[in-house]
């Protein structure tokens, strides 16, 4: 190691002690645990999901014949009748603008 001139505001008096910083005592963990939880009470808020209105319903459940054509006329899903599949839908990038 080097040698080097310090400025006297940065003179080294000796090496550190092994055991500083000193561990925090029980009380120190007390204030820690009293400031965090002084924390969460006053600056975090916890904001609960929204529930849905309780008149939804499940809109399989309730469709009509017919209904899912319409359905799928809005979002521009109808193929052809001989082109038509049950199993897939046209890809979003395929969908046509309403």
């Known amino acids: 190691m080097r040698e080097v001139d310090l ?19 029980e009380s120190d963990e007390e204030r820690f645990r009293e400031d965090l939880e002084q924390y969460y ?31 799928n006329l809005r979002h521009g899903d109808v193929l052809p009748k001989d082109n038509q599949s049950k199993d897939t839908a046209s890809p979003p990038s395929k969908r046509k603008k309403v």
């Open 7 to 25: 400025p006297p505001e940065f003179c080294v008096r000796g090496s550190p002690t092994p055991d500083w910083p000193p561990p925090p005592t």
């Open 41 to 71: 009470n006053d600056g975090y808020v916890s904001t609960p999901c929204p529930s849905p209105p309780s008149d939804l319903f499940d809109c399989e459940e309730n469709l009509e014949d017919g209904d899912v054509e319409d359905d």
